[in-house]
């Protein structure tokens, strides 16, 4: 199911969408509407982020959350070649897949650090 949205966007974003779903052989409103969701989804959902009805060893193990290695590396490998702009188009999905794994598992972490530290598990992390 979908809902219809009309947004007021600025002329150079429009244009770079344009670009970008020409190249990936997609629509630009799928193209934006993929964007959104990946854009949304480190903030999970009220069911996806409530550590604090975990266990303490959840807790805890959600604390020391990390990237397998090989995904670790991949990602690092695609940042580099971004970076360099040497990006294939067909590796600009897979290094946002890599990113939102990435990013869901820092704010799964945080959140997790944060209970831990509620709960005395953990001490407060220090600057």
């Known amino acids: 199911m979908s809902t219809q949205l009309?947004?007021?966007l600025p002329e150079n974003l429009v244009a770079r969408a344009r670009s970008i779903a020409q190249r990936a052989g997609q629509s630009v409103n799928d193209l934006l509407a993929e964007?959104?969701?990946l854009s949304l989804k480190p903030w999970g959902t009220a069911s996806d982020s409530d550590i604090h009805?975990?266990?303490d060893h959840e807790v805890l193990k959600a604390c020391d959350l990390e990237l397998s290695t090989e995904d670790d590396c991949r990602l690092s490998?695609?940042?580099?070649r971004q970076?360099?702009?040497s990006l294939l188009a067909s590796e600009q999905t897979e290094l946002a897949s890599l990113m939102q794994v990435y990013q869901e598992g820092l704010v799964r972490k945080?959140?997790?650090l944060r209970e831990a530290v509620q709960r005395g598990l953990r001490q407060p992390v220090q600057p």
């Open 6 to 8: 009309t947004i007021d």
């Open 35 to 37: 964007s959104i969701e």
């Open 53 to 55: 009805q975990c266990a």
């Open 77 to 80: 490998e695609l940042l580099q």
């Open 83 to 85: 970076q360099a702009g």
């Open 110 to 112: 945080a959140e997790a």
